[in-house]
């Protein structure tokens, strides 16, 4: 059976090293330990077929902006066969500290607006998800402009140095379910 683990983020450099794009630097992370093969996704994202701990494993980066991410998700889903238990969404958390992960294996969107158009399109909240935190925002702070602001120095190491453990609790989800990752790295 094979498994989808989606990025959310938002496309071009612009948007590269933004808060809101946590999710693509997760998959990033994991596609270079996996040795990825980037390919384009029907003009909506790229993806990669790795083999994880003896599973088929598929990596999207949707670029269909963080609003519209469902649309890629339920394309590939869909077109693979990936039923949606299977399909894991990464995304970056405002209301976690910066390096803080958070594995769920359900849920409501949260006010995220790609995992809310992810569920949207899969028709559930039974979607398995890892969100890393990029907060928490200051309190007199736009979230949009928040979001789509980039870490201080202090703030990208931290980050830099959570994403080997998130790609750990995505190996720990791939080989032994999320009860165990969310044990593990909660």
Excluded at 44 to 60: D, I, M, N, P, R
Aim: net charge positive; hydrophobic share 35%.
């Amino acid at each position: 059976m094979a498994y989808l683990l989606v990025g959310l983020g938002n496309p071009g450099a612009e948007y590269e090293r933004t808060r809101h794009n946590a999710g693509f630097r997760v998959v990033d992370a994991a596609g270079q330990k996996w040795g990825a093969d980037w390919k384009d996704w029907q003009k909506l994202g790229v993806y990669a077929k790795v083999s994880v701990c003896g599973q088929e494993v598929f990596l999207l980066k949707p670029f269909t902006y963080m609003n519209e991410s469902g649309r890629a998700v339920s394309s590939l889903a869909r077109f693979y066969k990936i039923p949606s238990q299977n399909c894991f969404i990464c995304f970056d958390d405002v209301s976690l500290e910066v390096g803080k992960i958070r594995l769920r294996r359900n849920g409501s969107a949260g006010g995220q607006k790609g995992m809310k158009s992810v569920i949207e399109q899969l028709g559930t909240q039974d979607l398995p998800r890892l969100r890393l935190g990029i907060g928490p925002k200051p309190e007199k702070f736009d979230l949009v402009n928040f979001v789509l602001g980039r870490f201080s120095g202090e703030e990208e190491k931290t980050l830099t140095s959570t994403l080997p453990r998130a790609v750990d609790a995505l190996e720990c989800y791939l080989t032994h379910g999320i009860e165990k990752a969310m044990n593990q790295f909660n």
